[in-house]
Structure formats: structure tokens, C-alpha cells
Nanobody
Framework: VQLQASGGGSVQPGGSLRLSCAASGFPLDYYAIGWFRQAPGKEREFVAAISWNGYYTSYADSVKGRFTISRDRGKDTMYLQMNSLTPEDTALYYC?????????????????WGQGTQVTVSS
């Protein structure tokens, strides 16, 4: 199983980025997926999750209204659209596949993890 995250980079405050995460070797169809992030010197934190069918989404309070999680079941790919970025969003972003059809913020509920893609927000 491989999760290949991409789309990270450097952006100025107020800018946008779209992260992608493509899965191979494992069908995502019936599992929730999520994004987490870890900033230097901080613990990994939940960012967003989406259910297997895309009907249910959840977000960390810090990103609500700015980030949007989505998935393309036909392509086994997940996305994280990030708008109005701030320096506090700087982190290594990880995609993850849940053990269940609906998942929340607990990292223990995710079974597969991508390698991470770096997002840096600075002026």
C-alpha cells in the first residue's frame, strides 16, 4: 500500500494550495480518509476527514471555513484545498486511510499513512 502525497510548497500568507494524495495497492472505496499535519516541535494534529461516500466531513476548528477535503473514488485520490493560509499552517501534511467508513480526529483510527508533503507559509 502506498499513499503518495503531493502539492505542498511555499506560499505567502493569504495564498492557497491544493494537496493531493493518490493511493495504490489498496482500494479506498469503503474507507474514510483524512489529513493530519505536524509542525516543528509540535505533536501531529488532525486537520480534516471525509467519509467513504463523501457525505460526512469534519475539520479542526483552526481550519474550518478555509480548508476543504474531498475525494475522487474513481481515482483513489484525496484532496485538501487550503485557502487563506497563515504562517500557523506551516507543517508537514500527511494523508491517511481510516480503518472504518467514517472517521474522526483520532490518529489511532487510521491504518495507512502517506510520507508527507511540506507546506510553508511565510512572507
Amino acid at each position: 500500500v502506498q499513499l503518495q502525497a503531493s502539492g505542498g510548497g511555499s506560499v505567502q500568507p493569504g495564498g492557497s494550495l491544493r494537496l493531493s494524495c493518490a493511493a495504490s495497492g489498496f482500494p479506498l472505496d469503503y474507507y474514510a480518509i483524512g489529513w493530519f499535519r505536524q509542525a516543528p516541535g509540535k505533536e501531529r494534529e488532525f486537520v480534516a476527514a471525509i467519509s467513504w461516500n463523501g457525505y460526512y466531513t469534519s475539520y479542526a476548528d483552526s481550519v474550518k471555513g478555509r480548508f476543504t477535503i474531498s475525494r475522487d473514488r474513481g481515482k483513489d485520490t484525496m484532496y485538501l484545498q487550503m485557502n487563506s493560509l497563515t504562517p500557523e499552517d506551516t507543517a508537514l501534511y500527511y494523508c491517511a486511510v481510516s480503518r472504518q467508513a467514517v472517521a474522526g480526529p483520532g490518529a489511532d483510527g487510521y491504518r495507512y499513512w502517506g510520507q508527507g508533503t511540506q507546506v510553508t507559509v511565510s512572507s
